[in-house]
T-cell receptor
Framework: SQQGEEDPQALSIQEGENATMNCSYK?????LQWYRQNSGRGLVHLIL?????REKHSGRLRVTLDTSKKSSSLLITASRAADTASYFC??????????FGSGTRLLVRP | EAGVAQSPRYKIIEKRQSVAFWCNPI?????LYWYQQILGQGPKLLIQ????????DSQLPKDRFSAERLKGVDSTLKIQPAKLEDSAVYLC???????????FGSGTQLSVL
C-alpha cells in the first residue's frame, strides 16, 4: 500500500517560476526522501530529511517536514526546462522499508 | 563509482512464459531492493534484501515471482508464469543502509502480450 501521497498529481509552470509539491503520509517515519524520475529512466535521489529535522536545502531545492501534520513539501526555485520530470516522496518507517508515493508530474514550459 | 547495473533493458514475452531480470548493485551496498513500477504509478516494493537475507517480501506474488541474492551481491528476479498485469518497469536499487539513500538502476521494461 502507498504510504506517501503527493499533491498535486500534475503541475505545469513557466520557466523561472517556483514549483511546490506536497507529500502527506500516514504513519510515523524515520526519514523522508524525495526522488526525481525522468521519462524512461531510473529514479535519482534528491534529498533526505530526518524526522528530527524541519528544513533542508540543496542548491535550488528546499524541503520542509512537519511531523505533526505528517506532511512534507519540496520547493524548486527558478525552475528550468530540465526540471521537467516526475517527483516522488518516499518514507522510511520503523520496519526499514522505503515506500514511495504516486508522484507529481512537473512540466516546465520554456 | 559504477552505478547499479540492470539487464536486460527491455523484454517482450507472451503470457505464461517465464522471464528473469538481473541486477548488480553498487559495490559495498548491503541492501538491495526490487521495485515494480506500473505506468503512471509510483514504485512498489517487491522484495528487500539485507546481504543474503530477505528483510521484506510481503508484496511479492510468491506463486509466480521469486528472487534470490547469491553471496550478498548480484540478484535475480524471476517471473514464472507471466501474466498481462506484470507489464511494468522493474527497478533494482541498492543502499548502504536500510531505508537510506537509494541508488537506482535504469530498470527493465517488461511487456507481456
Amino acid at each position: 500500500s502507498q504510504q506517501g501521497e503527493e499533491d498535486p498529481q500534475a503541475l505545469s509552470i513557466q520557466e523561472g517560476e517556483n514549483a511546490t509539491m506536497n507529500c502527506s503520509y500516514k504513519t510515523s517515519i524515520n526519514n523522508l526522501q524525495w526522488y526525481r524520475q525522468n521519462s524512461g529512466r531510473g529514479l535519482v535521489h534528491l534529498i533526505l530529511i530526518r524526522s528530527n529535522e524541519r528544513e533542508k536545502h540543496s542548491g535550488r531545492l528546499r524541503v520542509t517536514l512537519d511531523t505533526s501534520k505528517k506532511s512534507s513539501s519540496l520547493l524548486i526555485t527558478a525552475s528550468r526546462a530540465a526540471d521537467t520530470a516526475s517527483y516522488f516522496c518516499a518514507t522510511k518507517d520503523s520496519s526499514y522499508k522505503l515506500i514511495f508515493g504516486s508522484g507529481t508530474r512537473l512540466l516546465v514550459r520554456p | 563509482e559504477a552505478g547499479v547495473a540492470q539487464s536486460p533493458r527491455y523484454k517482450i514475452i507472451e503470457k505464461r512464459q517465464s522471464v528473469a531480470f538481473w541486477c548488480n548493485p553498487i559495490s559495498g551496498h548491503a541492501t538491495l531492493y526490487w521495485y515494480q513500477q506500473i505506468l503512471g504509478q509510483g514504485p512498489k516494493l517487491l522484495i528487500q534484501f539485507q546481504n543474503n537475507g530477505v528483510v521484506d517480501d510481503s508484496q511479492l506474488p510468491k506463486d509466480r515471482f521469486s528472487a534470490e541474492r547469491l553471496k550478498g551481491v548480484d540478484s535475480t528476479l524471476k517471473i514464472q508464469p507471466a501474466k498481462l498485469e506484470d507489464s511494468a518497469v522493474y527497478l533494482c536499487a541498492s543502499s548502504q543502509g536500510e531505508g537510506e539513500k537509494l541508488f537506482f538502476g535504469s530498470g527493465t521494461q517488461l511487456s507481456v502480450l
